[in-house]
């Protein structure tokens, strides 16, 4: 796979304290509810997973085909850019870390690995195992997440396509270099408010992974990418009132947040929904369905940014995977 622009994928971003707490955002009713940035908790509506394996174990256990996160490797990618602090939007991704990290790095017996769209993390490249440097490798606990996330401070645009890029060329080379000894499935689960900086980069590069899956035969669950879009409209007005004392910039701001989770919504659903169907029509490159996401008004509508609405996302759509292939 080619990379489309030149891109340094072996730059370094500063890292910083992590960003200012404040007092409250609105959650999905519309409600007052208190963030705490020292725990990354809703208080208002749940609190998060508990920090025992065997209690995790417990707790979520019963969602259906939750086993599945013991048998692939889970990447997580956090868009750390600059719109996510313009926003409020940072405690809303701590807050999904708090939840999600315990839970994965609880089934995983490899451990998590963890990149950042812009900051880059301390690990080299193993290409003989398929893994990509500049990241956080082997997380087997929730508060090596935490760490990582309180060092990252969120700055620079949305370059979805470059670090997918970065991740999954290693990744695909080993898959394709014995297929008699394919490494465990992956699922990269990408944490973000906004519409890559190359959405075409993006959808042509789910269309090479496609190619080069067919041209080895690979299992239909060997690769799954999956969005999350991570907002809430009234998290925004609050946190941009809160910290812009000009009512005219706070209004620009307020639509411009508006603007971007529109955008951000309708890109995810083209490539969640449009994307295969309409590659099968062109005969396109587009022939296996790699792609799950989720909006972040759905999540809202569905009772919001909650641990058990997060586990459940993630598992199913790996369990659906998991399940194609089954059939395959």
Not at 244 to 267: C, F, H, M, V
Request: glycine share 8%; hydrophobic share 35%; net charge negative.
């Amino acid at each position: 796979m080619d990379s489309k622009a030149s891109y340094n994928p072996y730059k370094h971003t500063e890292f910083a304290d992590a960003p200012p707490d404040y007092s409250s955002i609105a959650g999905p009713s519309g409600s007052a509810i208190t963030v705490d940035l020292n725990t990354g908790l809703c208080r208002d509506q749940t609190s998060a997973p508990p920090s025992d394996p065997d209690a995790i174990r417990s707790i979520y256990g019963g969602i259906s085909g939750i086993n599945v996160l013991s048998e692939v490797d889970t990447v997580i990618v956090i868009d750390d850019s600059e719109s996510m602090k313009n926003f409020g939007y940072w405690a809303l991704v701590k807050m999904c870390l708090q939840y999600v990290g315990p839970v994965v790095t609880a089934y995983d017996p490899n451990g998590v690995t963890v990149y950042c769209l812009n900051a880059r993390g301390p690990s080299k490249d193993n290409l003989a195992e398929g893994i990509a440097g500049y990241g956080w490798n082997d997380i087997t606990s929730h508060t090596d997440i935490d760490e990582i996330f309180n060092k990252v401070k969120p700055m620079g645009t949305t370059p979805i396509y470059d670090r997918l890029l970065d991740i999954l060329t290693p990744y695909i080379n080993r898959v394709n270099k014995d297929p008699d000894n394919r490494p465990r499935p992956i699922n990269v689960l990408v944490l973000t408010d906004g519409v890559a900086d190359d959405t075409d980069g993006v959808e042509e590069l789910i269309g090479e992974i496609c190619g080069l899956l067919d041209e080895n035969n690979a299992p239909a669950n060997q690769v799954g990418i999956q969005f999350v879009q991570i907002g809430d409209l009234k998290v925004a007005e609050t946190y941009i009132r809160a910290n812009n004392e000009k009512p005219a910039d706070q209004e620009r701001l307020i639509a411009k947040a508006a603007e971007d989770l529109e955008a951000s919504a309708a890109w995810l659903r083209k490539l969640d929904d449009y994307l295969v169907e309409n590659s099968k029509k062109n005969n396109g490159p587009v022939t296996r369905d790699i792609v799950d996401t989720k909006s972040a008004r759905s999540l809202l509508s569905e009772g919001g940014f909650t641990p058990k609405a997060l586990v459940s996302l993630l598992v199913g759509a790996m369990s659906r995977r998991h399940d194609r292939m089954q059939s395959h």
